[in-house]
């Protein structure tokens, strides 16, 4: 159970790595933001935004 947890974590680690370089890349591009890298962002600005919640009370 502990391996599947372990996989799970690494997967989702890689998924933001790869939506973050996305976002990047289409940042670079100049293009304004569709939909889809709307919600990217959206989805990512959460999730650091949670992480620093966590971060801040684990202190």
């Given amino acids: 159970m502990s391996q599947m947890n372990h996989d799970n974590v690494d997967f989702t680690f890689e998924a ?3 939506l973050r ?3 990047g890349e ?11 890298f709307a919600g990217i962002r ?9 992480a620093d919640r966590g ?4 202190a």
């Avoid at 289409?26 to 889809?36: C, K, T, Y």
């Avoid at 959206?42 to 949670?50: G, I, M, R, V, W």
């Fill in 42 to 50: 959206e989805a990512l600005d959460e999730l650091d935004a949670f």
């Fill in 16 to 18: 933001v790595s790869r």
């Fill in 26 to 36: 289409h940042e670079r591009s100049g293009e304004p933001d569709s939909p889809f």
């Fill in 21 to 23: 370089r996305i976002l």
């Fill in 55 to 58: 971060e801040s009370s684990a």
